[in-house]
């Protein structure tokens, strides 16, 4: 058998060369956003994949260390005992790398007590022995010895591990001037530095190879020691001892007992949605498609060897027949509507045996209206754009039973899946025929409407087994009655002033420029103000100031981190920019309100369901959540949404301190609870016990101190982060935590027992029973533990007011509606609605929402409303 017909085992030592690439890239530039180094995973990937696609090997493996102990250190203590302490920022990065080969289907090997060139030599001997032809990548040259005929070793140059130099027999020849398996006898008389191995004093790699030339072997040389002459022959005698040891421990065991054989490495398909979760993770971007290729699939759909299911043709039926399928259906119908500028064009329906589907038009509209508005349990995948495009019809939506994307974000909030052909790939292993949208005129037309509802049914099946019996109401009583809402609300829009945005912003950018103005005299010349390359010349360059946190473009100069040095190190030109940035940053959000105007003088945002972990609801277009809060800029702007035209009045409805209240329910502190039953201030009630004072002589510090205490612990808040939050020491930070826990233990002990809880579980749950899995819990990772801890900290307690908000708005929507009022809710914005009350309907309309929102959960507290009223959303502000 020729090489070429050769199967190709390639083994790798993961941690040599994932610690050469730590070293070889810029730690500075590689970390996600929660602080995770990760240039040596990228490094090592990046190599990996160039590797792949150079050698493509039929069988592949990755090896470890375990520990830094094994046989070596157990025969000589000293063995590597010179190698520092793993680098603080590599910590955390081999097991992030495991995962992601586990992504790729690659096995990784380890073993206790042996090192992963053991196992690299192990597999080479094995897999010359087979038939097989090896190629063994290692930054440890002890590997050297491997290479044979049939084993070829790939070695990282100085720079790192982008380039690879090739060592066959006659390479390793050329290098060191004899055969590979005699290298280990160099090295046992040089010695290894990097191993602590002290060789013969005086004698360098030229000396060791004479002597091994003229006498054959390592074991003759150390026979006739006596006949070396000089200096050196006499260091030679005085350390025979430490050269036998050094071979002794540079010897490669090639026995190894391992759980596989070269045949257990054939390379595999990789688990392609479990690639995009960790590389989203590690915000690799770049990479996944290289990683893709190589592996033949596809970086933005499933994997290419997925077959394509073959779905039943789907009827072609004009409107009467259509409306007599759907009527004579006796289970569960997938729908899928179509749409064209938020108009349906064509609408889908299936069951599990068949699909129809026609055009849409006033026929089909009123033929399937009476259905679509019936109890009859129907599925969709994103159905609310879909509901909307019903309700432009004159048509409610009823018997909604189940949403295939909603579903799949609560069983994966972290990473969701986007779209049906992402749930189709996990959950029924196909892929979803779909059109390229890259083509004018697609070779594959996709899936008709029909089709893509017996698709989403079948998901929906797969879904509804996996899914928790708490997760599944989750679905059916609190996010598909919120999506309905959601969609009228979206629908009605809320009425807002051109005239008042254009002035403010006018005045603005009024303000911006004459602050630009200053600054540049501040410093004696114009700079680009949104230019982070001129700010950190002008910051650390020219003004000298401290530097700030290193990014990959240099100290950063984002608002926190220039906050804070206006703090430590105020500047004229400092404050100037902060003044600036935040007019500007207001300027923008409300040209980004104004552009959204319709013509009707309204502005539709789009609600987000499935954009938070938590439960949550984000917007977009515009996102209505960036508004400040409570200060004179968004005053301006929240007078500027108005009542609308045939309204009489804005409503308001706030829940006061929802979180606290909700913290004091789940830990059941007596004192927290007491607090809030007995109607006083929280913050006052809270201070005099921790400062052992009378309520009214609660200072407004004091108070404060307490706030942030008590919102701090809710997000994981520590002694430091306190400190810098209240700007006081943090000696004083930790003695305020220690007084708040000895007066209210409850919610230490809750906050404790919660994380543990998760830990063992894998998840939160809110008091509804909302899951957020967290499996960083447990990593080896001690970034990613405690940054999933402390958002475990705070999981249960958003969650839970976010279902309490939910659990109100779509109530109060019914009830307007069911008891024929035109009132109608238009926002709801953190921990606030907003409805626009129509004529004589205010006493019902306040009575429903204050019922709703007060009664939207049994907690041990009371959830207390505010209820405002005005003309716009400021004056109705509480």
Not at 576 to 589: D, F, M, V, W, Y
Not at 712 to 724: C, I, T
Request: aromatic letters at 6%.
């Amino acid at each position: 058998m020729t090489d070429s017909e050769k199967p190709t085992l390639l083994v790798v030592d993961g941690h040599s060369l994932a610690y050469r690439a730590f070293y070889a890239l810029p730690v500075e530039n590689f970390s996600t956003k929660d602080g995770q180094h990760t240039n040596g995973i990228y490094g090592f990937l990046s190599m990996f994949v160039n590797l792949l696609k150079a050698e493509k090997p039929t069988h592949v493996a990755v090896a470890f260390d375990m520990s830094r102990q094994s046989f070596r250190t157990e025969a000589y203590a000293e063995y590597k005992a010179n190698r520092s302490e793993t680098p603080s920022e590599f910590k955390g990065q081999i097991p992030l790398l495991q995962e992601c080969l586990a992504a790729m289907s690659v096995p990784v090997l380890q073993k206790e007590g042996f090192e992963a060139d053991d196992i690299l030599a192990t597999l080479a001997t094995q897999g010359a022995e087979k038939g097989y032809r090896v190629l063994v990548c290692s930054g440890d040259r002890d590997t050297i010895q491997l290479v044979t005929d049939d084993v070829t070793l790939l070695y990282p140059n100085v720079q790192g591990v982008s380039q690879l130099k090739r060592y066959d027999p006659p390479a390793v020849v050329e290098k060191y001037g004899l055969p590979a398996a005699q290298y280990p006898e160099i090295a046992a008389l040089v010695g290894e530095t990097s191993d602590n191995l002290p060789g013969v004093p005086k004698v360098g790699e030229k000396t060791a190879v004479k002597w091994l030339t003229q006498f054959g072997s390592l074991e003759a040389l150390l026979d006739n020691a006596d006949s070396i002459k000089g200096v050196v022959g006499n260091n030679l005698r005085e350390h025979l001892d430490d050269v036998r040891r050094n071979r002794t421990l540079n010897r490669l065991l090639r026995d190894v007992e391992l759980p596989v054989t070269p045949e257990d490495l054939e390379m595999r398909p990789i688990d392609a949605q479990a690639v995009r979760d960790i590389f989203a993770r590690l915000e690799f971007r770049t990479l996944l498609p290289r990683v893709f290729e190589v592996a033949g699939a596809d970086a933005t759909g499933s994997d290419a060897s997925i077959p394509v299911a073959q779905a039943p043709a789907a009827e072609e039926l004009d409107a009467a027949r259509l409306a007599a399928w759907a009527a004579a259906a006796d289970s569960d119908v997938g729908v899928t509507i179509e749409l064209s500028a938020g108009r349906p064009v064509r609408v889908g329906l299936a069951t599990a045996s068949g699909a129809a589907e026609a055009a849409w038009s006033p026929e089909v509209r009123d033929e399937l209206a009476g259905w679509f508005a019936s109890s009859r349990p129907k599925v969709l995948a994103d159905g609310k754009p879909q509901v909307k495009a019903l309700l432009r019809e004159g048509i409610s939506l009823g018997g909604l039973v189940f949403d295939v994307v909603l579903a799949g974000w609560l069983l994966r909030p972290s990473f969701p899946d986007k779209t049906l052909g992402d749930l189709v790939a996990r959950y029924l292993g196909e892929k979803l025929p779909e059109a390229d949208p890259a083509q004018l005129v697609p070779e594959n037309e996709g899936a008709t409407p029909g089709q893509v509802s017996w698709f989403l049914l079948r998901v929906a099946a797969a879904l509804r087994e996996e899914l928790p019996a708490p997760v599944v109401r989750v679905l059916t009583e609190i996010e598909l009655p919120t999506l309905q809402a959601l969609a009228a609300m979206e629908l009605a829009g809320v009425a807002v002033s051109h005239e008042k945005l254009s002035t403010f912003s006018a005045e603005l950018g009024a303000r911006a420029d004459a602050l630009a103005q200053d600054a540049y005299a501040a410093i004696g010349r114009e700079v680009n103000l949104g230019s982070p390359k001129q700010l950190q010349e002008v910051l650390f360059e020219d003004l000298q100031l401290p530097k700030t946190r290193k990014t990959k473009s240099g100290y950063t100069t984002d608002a926190a981190a220039l906050t804070d040095l206006q703090e430590t190190a105020p500047h004229p030109f400092l404050a100037l920019l902060l003044q600036h940035r935040e007019a500007t940053k207001l300027r923008q959000i409300i040209e980004s309100l104004d552009v959204a105007i319709d013509d009707g003088g309204r502005v539709h945002t789009t609600y987000l369901q499935t954009g938070s972990q938590t439960g949550r609801l984000s917007s977009t277009d515009p996102n209505l959540q960036n508004i400040p809060i409570r200060n004179e800029e968004s005053t301006r702007i929240r007078a500027a949404f108005e009542v609308g035209e045939g309204y009489e009045t804005l409503l308001t409805a706030d829940y006061s301190q929802i979180e606290m209240r909700i913290m004091a329910h789940l830990s059941g502190d007596p004192g927290l609870i007491e607090a809030f039953n007995s109607g006083e201030d929280l913050h006052r009630f809270v201070g005099a016990r921790v400062f052992g004072v009378a309520p009214e002589d609660v200072s407004p510090a004091m108070r404060t101190k307490v706030k942030a205490m008590s919102y701090g612990l809710v997000y994981g808040l520590s002694a430091f982060g306190l400190s810098k939050q209240l700007r006081i020491d943090q000696s004083e930070a930790r003695e305020l935590m220690l007084e708040y826990f000895a007066r209210f233990g409850s919610v230490r002990d809750y906050l404790r027992t919660s994380v543990e809880k998760a830990r063992m579980e894998g998840y939160t749950e809110t008091i509804f029973g909302r899951r957020r899995p967290f499996p960083d819990l447990t990593s080896m990772n001690r970034v990613l533990r405690e940054n999933a801890e402390r958002a475990a900290l705070n999981a249960p307690i958003q969650g839970s007011a976010a279902d309490i908000m939910k659990i109100a708005l779509f109530h109060i929507h019914d009830d307007l509606a069911a008891a024929g009022l035109r009132s109608r809710v238009l926002l709801q914005i953190h921990d606030e609605l907003v409805v626009e009350v129509a004529p004589g309907e205010w006493d019902a309309t306040e009575e429903i929402v204050r019922t709703r929102m007060g009664d939207a959960a049994e907690l041990s507290v009371p959830l207390d409303v505010q209820i405002g009223r005005g003309a716009d959303w400021n004056e109705a502000g509480h």
